[in-house]
Each structure stands twice: as C-alpha cells, then as structure tokens.
C-alpha cells in the first residue's frame, strides 16, 4: 500500500517533518528526507498497529470478519 506524506522542511533547523495523509497520527521527522521516509515507515506501522490493537479490545467477544475494500 502507498501512502501520501505531506512534508515541512523547518526554517531553523533544516530537518525535514513528516505526517501521513491517509494516517494522521502518523508524525515523524528527519535530517534528510531519506532519514525522514525511513521513520515515516516506523510511525505508519506502528499507528496501523495500534489502530488494529483497539480494534481487538473494542471488539473482544465479538464475532469479527475482514473483507479487503479496493478504492479506484
């Protein structure tokens, strides 16, 4: 899956910071914007973790299914 990252280059310190689109509470910054993408990697999963560990505990004892939704 791709994911779009908006990205701020900070006017003091050069480093480069990072907030997914599609995952907003996925925040990272860099020195360099390959620094940056290599922890943008780190912050998306672990969000998509946490998301898919509340959904566990909201859901406990519940019968759950998945289904895979393709967005054109």
Not at 14 to 39: H, R
Request: glycine content about 6%; overall charge positive; some cysteine.
């Amino acid at each position: 899956m791709e994911y779009t990252i908006s990205i701020q280059k900070d006017a003091k310190s050069g480093w480069y910071c990072g907030q997914c689109v599609q995952l907003p509470a996925a925040i990272s910054q860099g020195e360099t914007l390959n620094e940056l993408m290599e922890n943008m990697k780190d912050a998306i999963s672990l969000v998509l973790e946490y998301n898919k560990e509340q959904l566990k505990k909201n859901n406990k004892g519940e019968k759950t299914f998945y289904r895979k939704l393709a967005m054109a």
